[in-house]
C-alpha cells in the first residue's frame, strides 16, 4: 500500500514503474485517518472489560490487510479476526504479533501444522475437529498448547456444534491435550434486521449453552457473540469481546443502526479519464449499443472496468463524481474501461480524477448506494474490488 502524502519507496525499478503506471489510471484510497477514528469509536462504545476484534478477512474487506492490521491495533483493537490460514500468515508475514482468530474450520494436516508453525488460533467446530487438531499436535511432539476457540451454532446453521451438545463439546476441549479453551463464540444470523426476535432466541440459546459448561464446573477465558451489527444493536451482546468487520471500515450493517455511533467511510474509488471526444446524435456507445445518444454529445473514457470490480449490471445506471458535480455513466460497462456523458463539462481534459464512490465537493457516493442499486449489501461491493488496482494510503 502506498501513501499518496509522501513519495513511496520502491524495492526496484520494475515496482516503480508498476506504481508509476497503475496510478494513472485508477486506484483505491484508503484513509487510515478515518479507520483509526472507526476504531476508536468503537472502543469508547463498548465498555472498559469488552475487547474489541477487528475482522480483517477478505484483504480487510478490500482495504489492504497488513496495513489495516497494523493501524486497527495501534487504534485500539485487541486481536484480529480472518477466514483461512494463508491470511493469518500473510498478516505474520507481514509483522502482525497480536493474537490471530482463524473463524473459518481447519481440518488438514497442513493446515494444523501451519497454525503451529504461525502461531494462529483455530476455531473448533466439531468434535471431530478438535481430536483431528490434538491428534496431529501429538504426532508431530508439539509441545505448547495452542489456544482455541469452540464455535457453536445458535442458528446461523453454518459452522459450530448444535448449542444443545456446548456442555459435552467444551468438556471433551478441555481433556485433550495440546488445546487451550481461548474463547466460546457463535454467530448472529440476522442482526442487521430492525426485528430483532431471532436475534434475541439466539441470545437466549447462547445463555443456555454457557449455563450448561458453567454448571460442569468449566471457567471460560472469553465469551463474544456480537458482529459490527450487533455491537450496535445492544449492549447485552458485548460479552467479553466483539468482533466487528463492516463498523471499522465505517459503514452501517443497518440504516436504523446509522444513529448508534458516528463512523467516517474509509474507502474511496477513484481513476483517471484517458481520453475525450464529441460523438453525433445517434451514436451507439460501448458493447451492444445499449446506450444512443439522444443529441451531439462529449464524452469522456474513463480507465476502470468490470475486471477491476465495477460492476457490470450499473451500466447505464451508475453516476460519478467530477469537478464535484454528478454526471451519468452511459453505454456497457466494459473489462478495462467506462464511458461518461461529460456534455456539462465542455472544458474537461485527459488526466482529471473521477471518484466513483468517496466525496468531492459537496457530494458523496458511498457503497451503499452501489448495493441499493443492486438489491446486494455494501460487504459485497468493497470485497469485488481487484488487486490489479493499487491501495493508496492517505495518512
Known sequence: MFSSKQTPSFADSQERDTYAWFSQRAWVEIDLGALSYNVKQLVIFLSSRTQLMAVVKADAYGHGSVTVAKTVLEAGASCLGVATVPEGIQLREGGIKA??????????????HAIAQWKLQPTLCSPKQALEVSNTLEAINYNSPIPVHIKLDTGMS?????????????????GLPHLDIASVYSHLATAD???PAIMQQQHNRFEQAIAQ???RGIKIPSLHLANSAATLADPKLHYDMVRAGLAI?????????????????VLQLKARVTHVKTIAAGTGVSYGHQFIAPREMRI??????YADGVPRSLSNQMQVLLRG????????????????????????QEGEIVTLLGEQGQEQISADDWANQLNTISWEILCAFKHRLPRVAVI
Not at 328 to 333: K, L, R
Open 99 to 112: 493474537p490471530i482468530l482463524i473463524l473459518g474450520a481447519t481440518h488438514t494436516l497442513e493446515q494444523i
Open 158 to 174: 453454518r459452522l459450530g456444534t448444535n448449542w444443545q451438545e456446548a456442555g459435552d463439546f467444551v468438556q471433551l476441549v478441555q
Open 193 to 195: 434486521s430492525p426485528d
Open 213 to 215: 459448561i458453567k454448571a
Open 249 to 265: 471500515y465505517g459503514l452501517y450493517p443497518a440504516t436504523h443502526l446509522e444513529n448508534k455511533i458516528k463512523l467516517q467511510p
Open 300 to 305: 469522456a473514457v474513463v480507465g476502470i472496468g
Open 325 to 348: 458535480q454528478r454526471v451519468h455513466q452511459i453505454g456497457t460497462i466494459t473489462m478495462d474501461q467506462i464511458m461518461l456523458d461529460v456534455s456539462s463539462i465542455p472544458d474537461l
